[in-house]
């Protein structure tokens, strides 16, 4: 409507290591794949079914907006809770949908590492992975048997299955809505990846 033809983005890589206002920095990617959670809608994520999850959060919702100084690490903190509490609402109907099993299976190659990695930072409290008590050498066997449902602590892995598969339909459905209107998309790619991100640890061998 105003006439642009073409839109350049920053990198949307997921860039959480210390959960800090550091992880702002657009260019310290933890993942060549995953896209931020920062992004995410949360209104699109509850949908109709879950929207009672939301509607008590629009308070704090407009309060972050309304800051005159945008507060990365509140906002992180604030989507990420919500999402917490989404997953859990809606994990049994999403474990069992279609799109989510075709969106898993073409991405499982990066999504399962990326999930593995994010559970494993958490969990250590560091995403600097030669300090982690387990894992801090990748091996993929490993790493599937970690990432197995049958484990406790799947759903904590599977949060973020919930989490990149949302950020997915967003973007589609967002990057069709600018084709369709004639406006190209012009993306932008981390030139290195971070020291201590999920690319390193899969692939050590690659980085000095």
Same mark, same amino acid.
């Given at each position: 409507?105003?006439?642009?033809q073409?839109i350049?983005?920053?990198?949307?890589?997921?860039?959480?290591?210390?959960?800090?206002?550091?992880?702002?920095?657009?260019?310290g990617?933890i993942?060549?794949?995953?896209?931020?959670?920062?992004? #995410?809608?949360?209104?699109?994520?509850a949908?109709?079914k !879950?929207? *009672?999850i %939301?509607?008590?959060?629009k308070?704090? /919702?407009?309060?972050l907006?309304?800051?005159?100084?945008?507060?990365y690490?509140?906002?992180?903190k604030?989507?990420?809770?919500?999402?917490?509490?989404?997953?859990?609402?809606?994990?049994?109907?999403?474990?069992?949908?279609?799109d989510?099993?075709?969106?898993?299976?073409?991405?499982?190659?990066?999504?399962?590492p990326?999930?593995?990695?994010?559970?494993l930072r958490?969990?250590?409290?560091?995403?600097?992975?030669?300090?982690?008590k387990?894992?801090?050498?990748?091996d993929?066997a490993? #790493?599937?048997?970690l990432?197995?449902?049958?484990?406790k !602590?799947? *759903?904590? %892995?599977?949060?973020?299955?919930?989490? /990149?598969?949302h950020?997915?339909?967003?973007l589609?459905?967002?990057?069709?809505y600018?084709?369709?209107?004639?406006?190209?998309l012009k993306?932008?790619i981390?030139?290195?990846?971070?020291?201590?991100?999920?690319?390193?640890?899969t692939?050590?061998?690659?980085?000095?």
């Open positions: 409507q105003t006439g642009l073409l350049q983005l920053l990198p949307i890589n997921d860039t959480t290591a210390s959960h800090t206002a550091g992880d702002s920095y657009p260019y990617a993942s060549a794949f995953a896209i931020h959670p920062i992004f #995410i809608n949360l209104e699109k994520v949908g109709r !879950h929207g *009672d %939301i509607k008590p959060l308070r704090t /919702q407009k309060q907006n309304d800051l005159a100084v945008y507060d690490t509140k906002v992180m604030f989507k990420l809770s919500a999402l917490r509490e989404l997953y859990h609402a809606a994990k049994e109907e999403f474990l069992s949908n279609l989510y099993f075709e969106f898993f299976e073409l991405n499982r190659d990066w999504l399962v990326y999930a593995a990695f994010s559970y958490d969990k250590y409290k560091t995403a600097d992975f030669t300090q982690w387990k894992h801090q050498i990748y993929e490993e #790493i599937q048997k990432a197995s449902p049958s484990k !602590h799947y *759903d904590e %892995i599977a949060f973020f299955y919930f989490v /990149q598969y950020l997915h339909i967003q589609k459905t967002a990057v069709d600018a084709h369709k209107n004639k406006i190209v993306g932008d981390p030139i290195g990846i971070h020291r201590f991100g999920c690319d390193a640890w692939n050590s061998t690659l980085y000095n």
